[in-house]
């Protein structure tokens, strides 16, 4: 690394940085914060050190979250996932996990079995060009289940690293553990040596400021969490400590806590912890669900939905949906013309079944009236 006249170079080549300093300044709006990013941060996307930014997040993210204790930055939920489960396989020296049917933890080989999100939409049994060997240890059972779960961890005594699991999960549409499903994951990973692995890629600072785990008081070993380009996983600082440098487990990234992913997080930490700001989340998401549920009823369609603070979902069955079985039951051709429909009229929901619906807290009133509004025309 070499510093002239302001301008650092990192150890990996940046191409055409003059860009770069645009496009922070677009996402940071403060005036007063320009200041200071412009100093450390001008020209200056990569760069292979503990930066102010990096320190600040992270202590904001360790305060935040009950389970974190020390946390690693990484650029993706993908990343995020693979750095977890080698950390869980590295920790307890096992090497089989479980995971829950329609959950999505990213695209890595090992998590590529009966995913959700994209690979349920577009109803891919696991991916071509996973080879067998990489999904051998990924042991599966339906969300919601805990006599499979017992079932697995009985025929695969003293061999499982983890349970990974979404905590509401997101990635099949939307919906909830049962009560005694998530203690029931946390009594068993106990008992038995395992790690309890919250992936909160999309419910981490959604549901609450501290997440499903503050949402629903059940506290994982290690958490997994995701951004603008940004993802980080965190927990026990016994577990942590396996990874470099502090300990033999490797994991690295070039961009890894950049200042633009940092800078970016800590603006949004900042607006989140703001009074007020989950009850807005709250307030419009139970007005928007309601409305459109009431809007698909009068005209007599087989609805069900619900919502948690900032994350929603509506399925065109009667319900209930406790696992990706339920779900697959909604009449997807209905959701797509629906989904249609409401494009025309100007607002935009995740175009599937499989998704859940977020706002945010640029979402006002208005803009959930119109969008009932626009429900009850299609
Ligand atoms: C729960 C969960 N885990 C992991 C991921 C993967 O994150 P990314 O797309 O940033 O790689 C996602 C993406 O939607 C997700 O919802």
Known sequence: MAATNGVALSWQLNLSQCQIPRLIFSIVSRPEKRKAVKVINAFLYCFKAVILELRLLAEMVISAVPSIEMVRFVNSGTEAC?????????????????????????????????????????????SPGVPKAATHDTLTAPYNDISAVKSLFDDNKGEIAAIILEPVVGNSGFFPPKPEFLDATRNITKETGALLIFDEVMTGFRLAYGGAQEYLGITPDLTIRGGLPVGAYGGRRDIMEMVAPAGPMHQAGTLSGNPLAMTAGIHTLKRLNQPGAYEHLDKITSELTQGILDAGKKTGHAMCGGYISGMFVFFFTDGPVHNFSDAKKSDTAKFAKFYRGMLEEGVYFAPSQFEAGFTSLAHTAEHIQRTVAAADKV
Do not use: N, W
Request: charged fraction near 20%; charge should be positive; aromatic fraction near 8%.
């Open 82 to 126: 693979m750095g977890v489960l080698r950390l869980a396989r590295a920790f307890t020296g096992r090497s089989k996990i479980v995971k829950f049917e329609g959950c999505y933890h990213g695209h890595a080989d090992p998590f590529l079995v009966k995913a959700g999100s994209g690979v349920a939409t577009l109803g891919l049994p696991d």
